[in-house]
């Protein structure tokens, strides 16, 4: 196994191991999740420019493989997720309470890691996508971790109805990529046949959907602030260095096939600068220290996809410098929070200040992580939104004076961020200085910030490093302070003055604020929408489910009669064939139906039982005939047992009555049931040779060969179709589980009490020096 498989791998393992011993281990449990990382901490040593390949075999006659390609991008990008994770699962021991269940948190968590390793890694599209879909589905399970909240109950299940739609997109997108490139792999796909094919635009305008949604580009940016609901941890390894950057990681990736074409960047730039201007915007008027940080995460995530849209180098290397810087201090940021959360029972910025004094150390590292998140000097933020502002410049003065707007509005909430540390100190109880779990990883992340700044020929190496392996192509430009005087510069000045206005000015700001608030917004907009869905389903379900069992019937035989016309319509040799039924299988047939038509006439239950398992009876001899001993004998086993279970419960059953029809209504279900029967019939016949050759000989021909069986039916459901049969244990597998579920519950219509976010993240025993 090589080292990208096992950064991949191990995640998952490590999750059913703390599942398995975290009810001993306790809180300790996180020192052992962070353990997972180590493989993808370790890919650091191979970010050398050289792009590494490993492959799995998993079913090689199909085509399917485990394939993990590492350039430099992607080597990156896994170390980052692995240095968040390390860093979040050790943040944890501290800040979680002993209250929480550390069996599911922490096994979430790490199967969380392990999807956005293999998303970031993959190479093979399918497993792309699965890989997508997983962080959809984890995140859901994080999100929606303290479940007997109704926000986040609420926060869960919008970010997956929203992630599953880009999923849908991403699905229909890669299909696409694989058919016109000729390879399900991305490394190897024929770019110039996908770019001549007619599937370039609706693949290029689904991806476009697909990571829109996932990094919570407009009108997708809902579900992000409700996602904060998650524990601290989470929501710093979540929207940093992880899930929010997968729609990001797609937009640069994906850029290298699309960006040939104007409409790439005609959709993503704007959309992306809209998306930053937007999201500052409503960061400045919140009043929840996370709420801040998720609008802030919105706006950010606008700019890198702004960056990556640009179709050229200078863009692509301006976004791979803002990531970096992105991921250190929004982790720092989210840690921040979580000690001042933890250490003050409160995160509402009007009843905390002062905090400088009790929290020195954690003002230290909020003021570095926030002046790098405005753009100042020494810090990496400054050096990466001057990249920004150059290649907005490029893109023309209009783009160039959208971008600085962001950034003002980035400059004043990140001073309303730091106000909480100024003035008398104020909050709802003393705090003190947190201990090292809490404040280590936070101030790891905020000097990572500041050395991108004070070492820009680091950040430099590590940029194009990432971007030469990707073949985004050579940057000729260098991270430095000093460019002389451009348009860059001038905007920094600018985004300077506007920001220090809208901080002098901020009671002004927010009233301007208060009256630009339209009455509709994008949450507004999510539940008139889910409502209406709601009210369609419901109104489907009582058209189509709530019919009389007759109605519903009358509409299945009326299904059957035109599956069988098309059966003819696509074989119509199939009617000259039917002169040629053996004459031994005419008695079968005739006792199946005289057993169906003595049920519809009976006037006695007992009666109607003894024919229902005549005509089941009938079917096992109509197997043995065409040689299906076991099939006969699994026959005659499922009709003993029903009518066994008729009989235990005959004294339950229904008296038999007549149904009530009219005689039009009679006709009609005359004629229903006849047309059902010769469509059945007619399907049957088709099918057994002449919509398509018969594959019967090719598994009497192989099954003892290939599968090593002489049995061919068991043959061919252990080996020729597995997938079915693991399918179908795999229903039968979830059903147990929903009816184990259904046993357990309580008393039905009992609602879980509501738990305040204090109660579950109380801070731990702290020992005293």
Not at 100 to 111: H, K, N
Request: with cysteine; hydrophobic share 55%.
């Amino acid at each position: 196994m090589g080292l990208m498989t096992a950064a991949v791998a191990l995640p998952f393992l490590m999750a059913a191991l703390c599942a398995a011993l975290a009810g001993r281990l306790g809180r300790a449990t996180g020192v052992l999740a962070a353990l997972a990382f180590v493989p993808a901490l370790l890919l650091a040593s191979r970010t050398g420019g050289e792009t590494l390949s490993e492959t799995t075999r998993w079913v090689p006659d199909l085509g399917l493989n485990l394939v993990f390609r590492g350039d430099g991008f992607s080597l990156m990008f896994a170390v980052l997720i692995g240095v968040i994770g390390t860093l979040a699962s050790l943040y944890s021991v501290t800040y979680l309470s002993d209250r929480e269940r550390f069996g599911r948190f922490y096994p979430y968590l790490l199967a969380f890691g392990g999807s956005m390793l293999g998303l970031v890694l993959s190479d093979n599209l399918a497993a792309l996508f699965a890989f997508w879909e997983m962080t959809s589905v984890t995140s859901f399970l994080l999100i929606g971790l303290w479940h007997t909240r109704s926000s986040a109950r609420d926060g869960a299940v919008k970010a997956f109805l929203i992630s599953a739609l880009g999923g849908l997109a991403l699905l229909a997108a890669v299909a696409m990529l694989g058919v016109a490139g000729g390879s399900a792999q991305l490394s190897q796909l024929d770019l110039d046949a996908v770019r001549a094919s007619p599937l370039f635009v609706p693949a290029l305008l689904l991806t476009v959907l697909a990571a829109a949604t996932k990094s919570a580009q407009l009108p997708f940016h809902l579900w992000l602030p409700t996602a904060m609901e998650a524990p601290t941890p989470v929501s710093a390894f979540l929207h940093s260095a992880t899930m929010v950057k997968a729609g990001v990681l797609l937009v640069a990736k994906f850029g290298l096939i699309f960006s040939v074409s104007p409409l790439w960047s005609g959709l993503l730039v704007p959309l992306g600068l809209a998306t930053m201007v937007w999201g500052a915007w409503l960061a400045l008027r919140q009043n929840d220290l996370k709420a801040l940080l998720a609008y802030s995460t919105v706006s950010q995530l606008g700019l890198l996809v702004s960056l990556y849209g640009v179709a050229d180098a200078e863009g692509r290397f301006a976004a791979t410098t803002h990531l970096l810087n992105h991921a250190a201090f929004k982790a720092a940021l989210f840690f921040v929070v979580g000690i001042i959360d933890h250490e003050t029972g409160t995160r509402d910025v009007r009843r905390l200040s002062g905090l400088r004094r009790a929290l020195p150390v954690t003002f230290v590292v909020a003021a570095l992580a926030a002046l790098s998140m405005a753009g100042l000097p020494p810090l990496g933020g400054f050096l990466s939104k001057e990249l920004f502002y150059e290649t907005m410049w490029h893109q023309g003065p209009l783009f160039l004076a959208v971008a600085v707007a962001g950034s003002a509005l980035t400059f004043a909430y990140s001073a309303r961020l730091l106000r909480v540390f100024t003035g008398k100190l104020s909050a709802p109880k003393v705090p003190h200085e947190a201990g090292a779990g809490l404040t280590v990883p936070a101030a790891l992340l905020a000097g990572a910030a500041l050395l991108m700044g004070l070492w820009p020929a680091l950040t430099e190496t590590l940029t194009r490093t990432a971007q030469e392996a990707l073949a985004f192509g050579s940057y000729g430009g260098h991270i430095r302070w000093w460019h002389g005087v451009t348009p860059a510069l001038l905007g920094t000045l600018v985004t300077w003055a506007l920001g220090a206005a809208l901080v002098w000015r901020a009671p002004a700001a927010q009233r301007l604020q208060e009256r630009l608030t339209p009455r509709w917004n994008a949450n507004l907009s999510y539940v008139l929408i889910l409502t209406l869905l709601n009210t369609l389903a419901s109104r489907v379900t009582a058209r189509t489910q709530g019919l009389a069992l007759p109605d519903q019937l009358r509409l299945s035989l009326g299904a059957s009669a035109l599956i069988g016309g098309y059966a003819v319509w696509q074989a119509p040799q199939v009617l000259p064939r039917l002169g040629t039924v053996p004459l031994e299988a005419l008695p079968v047939a005739a006792l199946l139906v005289a057993g169906a038509v003595g049920v519809a006439l009976s006037r006695n239950r007992l009666t109607a039982v003894v024919l229902t398992g005549l005509t089941g009876f009938g079917s096992a001899v109509s197997f043995l005939l065409m040689r299906a001993p076991d099939l006969a004998l699994t026959q005659l086993l499922v009709e003993t047992v029903t009518v066994i279970l008729f009989l235990l419960v005959f004294r339950f059953l229904p008296g038999v009555r007549d149904l009530p029809r009219t005689r039009g209504r009679l006709g009609l279900d005359l004629l229903l049931s006849a047309a059902a029967a010769a469509g059945a019939t007619l399907l049957v016949m088709a099918s057994l040779r002449f919509l398509a050759p018969p594959i019967s000989p090719y598994y009497l021909l192989n099954s003892y060969k290939e599968g090593g069986g002489k049995n061919v039916v068991n043959v061919i459901l252990v080996d020729f179709r597995g997938f079915d049969t693991l399918g179908e244990i795999t229903v039968v597998a979830v059903v147990a589980l929903a009816v184990g579920a259904l046993v357990r519950l309580g008393r039905p219509g009992q609602a879980p009490p509501e738990v305040d976010a204090e109660q579950l993240a109380a801070p731990a025993p702290r020992s005293r020096p």
